[in-house]
Structures are given as C-alpha cells and as structure tokens.
C-alpha cells in the first residue's frame, strides 16, 4: 500500500496523540535516549516539559510527507531538542506536544 498521491493528513490531533504514546511507551520500554542529542529521557515528564519526549520524525515531515505516519520513522526526542532540530517543521511538533493535555 502507497500514500502516494494520497493526501496525507498533517501531523497532529488525536493521531498524534496517540503517535506520541507508542513512541513514550517504546521509549521506555527500551529506556531509549534522545535520537537527537544521545541523553537519556525521563519518560515520566509530561510532553510540555523541555526535556519531556516528544515525537521526532527521523526524516523530516516536509521532505518526506509519506512518511509522517509511519511509526518506524518515529523516534523518541527531547522537547527542547526537537524543537531547535527540525527547523521549519518544529512549530507543528511542538503544538502537537500539549495536545495530550487538553
Ligand atoms: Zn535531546
């Protein structure tokens, strides 16, 4: 199955959400650090905190677009690293992070 040509929906609402658990609940699983900066993650913290996990795309959303829902394109990362990695892409991610709270 392709999403080519498809539209494919824009990171964020309940997916992202839900996008952002998987990656979390891996994340501890694995005790996985931070897929931009290397550290450790305290997966306890909520997403709102700078050093909270949020979702990284490993390749970029604007780049490759088919690849914003696929979840082994997910990575576990920062918030303050996310947001100053993806240049361009970050103000979506970081709206995404306090949905979980709403
Ligand atoms: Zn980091």
């Not at 609940?25 to 897929?35: D, K, L, M, Q, T």
Request: glycine share 10%.
């Amino acid at each position: 199955m392709t999403t080519e040509g498809m539209s494919i929906p824009k990171w964020g609402g309940r997916r992202a959400v839900e996008a952002l658990n998987r990656v979390k609940a891996e994340g501890r699983r694995h005790r996985s650090p931070c897929c931009i900066c290397g550290q450790r993650i305290n997966y306890d913290l909520p997403s709102t905190d700078a050093n909270g996990c949020t979702v990284q795309h490993k390749k970029s959303r604007k780049l490759f677009p088919a690849l914003t829902w696929d979840p082994s394109n997910w990575a576990p990362a920062h918030k303050s690293c996310n947001e100053s990695e993806g240049s361009g892409e970050s103000g979506e991610d970081a709206g995404v992070s306090s949905f979980g709270l709403s």
